[in-house]
């Protein structure tokens, strides 16, 4: 390992020209509901399926990036992205969609930022000249992929977490004169498993690889908590973020409470009965291209830490006795310097 | 899109240091039982499934490709890893067991070559020392994911394919001054979808993703199959090699069939029954690591093209009805010029 470890710097300082995000209604209706590029009125989108459904609202918010900035989808060179479906088919029926370069990608709710950095790299290392770096999640798809079809009604668990219908894309560029934030630096994430067996309390299997990665984003990036505006994790749920900052002080990091936002625990109203809150690829993907990135634009936040985190579970892992391993990647996103 | 289409090129040329390849028994009786580093008596790896087992297998197999050169899995920067079953499970429970920085990645059966693109550019870009490179694929349980449960003793079809029980790994770096192959350019995959919708059809799915891949590939580096001592396809098996050389006569593309090889039409004797031939993320994984690599390397080979072919289903698509969309990535590996 070199001395920075699993830290990677990006010297180019590659710009996130555009971003777009689409949530359905439960999440139109929560905390960052006004936020969203669009709030679908239903879940299937016109479609078949669930499946489909999430796949065609992936592929809408691909194009609705490029759109943004007078770009149509063609002109983007690469696409990046997963999603939690078997066999990510989310993405890969987007991608035959959109007609764009392809890379799938599998990182459970943490895709997004994988994403994010290996996109950053197609593009600081001159590879191509942009590149669309996306995730999504879907309840309904999701229930059933992971734990039971809808129609069992199942009684959740006060731990269990929703999983959000959402997406979001951002255009990484290098040429850009005009950028919403720039992506600067970022650390890979390794598979941490503490032997959570629980499908239905995935913030407790996912809080140690968060708190593995930001220790060593600190470590490899020689920063600390006060360097960013903001510290914002993938999707722990309140159970989970609670478990982090435990976790924390254990590691002697004493991150302030207001600095370290969850958008899982963020995004739905209490009254929404999600639980322990949301969860899902298009989550941490949503809430930083509807809010965060925002924010960045405005020069209310110089510069975060945004740490997508996911748990590697399988149906069949979890019927073969297997823990729930969790891994988390994080991006640095800061403001341009002059605005 | 640049003037270079899909295509990259790695201006270091990273080098391929070590490679290893793992494969099952009857594998091993195959054409190139011989090559394989070992050949595994048993396909359960003494776990508790099928699953846990090719995970064992894809984790073997990175160590040993480490080993071989004296190094020890710690010192690997990355590991960038997919395979067949849902949600990677293969893959992510190597990258727990291997402790190594990881990237999870979803190409079906061309995920080799989709890792060994991402991996080139991690080195090439400079933000890693080396990535280790990997996928693989296990018989009983890509049948038990994308079709019927082995234990119903389903008839198999003619046009079916053998999932090959195989893994192989590359270590590709920069600073090596000992190398096997370098890495000196690729062609990103885009989604191809000709509308075949039988599961046991597989290279008639991929046929069509394979013939845009290799057009795009010479026209994105402006060479001809003259530029190569060998083109070698993934996974298409002999009906879809068949196919492809139709397609890509189509294509005013007469490659001589000498120098086309298939992994998967290659892998298996006729009289072991397996019908339209091998197939699985780990067949070309582990053909390139025995075979192609190796003849590079003694330089019977000097410049090769691989092209790493996917089948872009999931049991949950198909029984929706849909088609089966086709992937395929290339790369370009060439011997040293002073050996």
């Not at 007078?70 to 002109?75: A, K, N, R, T, Y």
């Amino acid at each position: 390992m070199t001395e920075s470890g699993r830290s990677i710097f990006f010297s180019s300082k590659p710009s996130i020209s555009a971003c777009a995000s689409i949530a359905g209604p439960k999440e139109g209706k929560g905390r960052f509901g006004d936020l969203f590029d669009i709030v679908l009125e239903e879940d299937l989108l016109g479609q078949i399926s669930w499946e489909m459904g999430e796949s065609e609202m992936l592929r809408r918010t691909a194009e609705l990036c490029c759109k943004k900035i007078g770009l149509s989808i063609s002109d983007a060179e690469a696409f990046l992205s997963g999603d939690l479906n078997n066999q990510i088919i989310a993405s890969t029926f987007a991608a035959r969609a959109l007609e764009v370069p392809f890379f799938g990608l599998y990182g459970a709710c943490s895709t997004f930022v994988e994403s994010l950095l290996l996109g950053a790299m197609l593009v600081d290392g001159g590879y191509r000249k942009n590149a669309l770096c996306a995730a999504s999640s879907h309840f309904c798809t999701a229930e059933r992929q992971f734990r039971y079809p809808l129609e069992l009604g199942t009684q959740r668990p006060p731990s269990a977490q929703w999983t959000a219908t959402a997406a979001g894309a951002v255009l990484v560029s290098h040429s850009s004169a005009k950028s919403i934030a720039r992506i600067t630096a970022g650390t890979i994430g390794k598979v941490v498993d503490r032997h959570i067996k629980d499908a239905n309390h995935m913030g407790a299997a996912m809080a140690p690889a968060v708190c593995d990665t930001i220790c060593a984003h600190f470590k490899g990036t020689n920063t600390t908590h006060k360097d960013y505006d903001l510290i914002a994790t993938g999707d722990l749920g309140w159970i989970g973020k609670n478990i982090l900052m435990e976790l924390l002080k254990e590691h002697d990091l004493q991150i302030p409470d207001e600095k370290l936002i969850d958008c899982g625990a963020s995004m739905y109203y209490a009254e929404q009965d999600t639980h322990a809150g949301g969860s899902g690829a298009g989550c941490i993907a949503a809430v930083t291209c509807a809010k965060l990135l925002r924010e960045i634009e405005d020069s209310r936040l110089k510069r975060i830490l945004i740490v997508g985190s996911g748990a590697l579970l399988s149906w069949t892992s979890s019927q073969q006795g297997e823990s729930i391993p969790g891994i988390a990647y994080a991006a640095v996103l800061e403001g341009e310097p002059n605005e």
